[in-house]
């Protein structure tokens, strides 16, 4: 069974910084494209970042580049993402999800149940 | 503002049939496939629909998808209370060296 565990979040003052961790099992992690997506409280979903099988390559939405750093420890089956110098925009629920890529064919299909991150003074 | 377009809101009575649109531009929609999720209160979203139509093991085949051009739909016959959810469309956009989008979701109501 795929399994996907976010651990990490908390309350933290703005310019501060948290790292969040996720931890898969249930399936090869080192085969998969994994993602972050964030939802502020009432809001929709935002694509964060994300990383490819090797860690080789990276790519997130502009308003966190800079700020933030998607990686990836194959052997502990583990996906982090360290988040600096936070805004309260940033306050939002974080959850880790397999980016699932066949071809052209592109999806997220497991999530995990995700973990709030409050940026307040 | 959300890349892709949807309704802010549908309703609809036990039994009967809804659609939620998406509209999206030729980066997203018109060159990739959608996908859509599912999000019961409280909970993280769901996989509902991958590559436009298809279903994964264990999503009842009362939910469907389509697209056409830049826009897609999600269909759902049959609808019963346990339907009452925020439902979002999502694809892989080319532009900017490539990114996912989302629309800004649609929450359903069952009357």
């Known amino acids: 069974e795929v399994q996907l565990v976010e651990s990490g979040g908390g309350l933290v003052q703005p310019g501060g910084s948290l790292r969040l961790s996720c931890a898969a099992s249930?399936?090869?992690?080192?085969?998969?494209?994994m993602s972050w997506v964030r939802q502020a409280p009432g809001k929709g979903l935002e694509w964060v970042a994300n990383?490819?099988?090797?860690?080789?390559?990276?790519y997130y939405v502009d308003s966190v580049k800079g700020r933030f750093t998607i990686s990836r420890d194959n052997a502990k089956n583990s996906l982090y993402l360290q988040m600096n110098s936070l805004r309260a925009e940033d306050t939002a629920v974080y959850y880790c999800?397999?980016?699932?890529?066949?071809?052209?064919?592109?999806?997220?299909?497991?999530w995990g149940q995700g973990t709030l991150v409050t940026v307040s003074s | 503002q959300s890349v892709l377009t949807q309704p802010p809101s549908a309703s609809g009575t036990p039994g009967q049939r809804v659609t939620i649109s998406c509209s999206g531009s030729?980066?997203?929609?018109?060159?990739?496939?959608v996908n859509w999720y599912q999000q019961l209160p409280g909970t993280a979203p769901k996989l509902l629909i991958y590559?436009?139509?298809q279903r994964p093991s264990g999503v009842p085949d009362r939910f469907s998808g389509s697209k056409s051009g830049t826009s897609a739909s999600l269909a759902i016959s049959g609808l019963q209370s346990e339907d009452e959810a925020d439902y979002y469309c999502?694809?892989?956009?080319?532009?900017?060296?490539?990114?996912?989008?989302f629309g800004g979701g649609t929450k359903l109501t069952v009357l």
């Open positions: 999800a397999r980016d699932r890529r066949t071809f052209t064919v592109y999806y997220f299909d497991y």
């Open positions: 249930g399936f090869t992690f080192s085969s998969y494209w």
């Open positions: 990383i490819k099988q090797d860690g080789s390559e990276k």
């Open positions: 030729s980066s997203n929609i018109g060159s990739n496939t």
């Open positions: 590559s436009n139509n």
């Open positions: 999502a694809a892989w956009d080319d532009s900017l060296n490539g990114h996912w989008v």
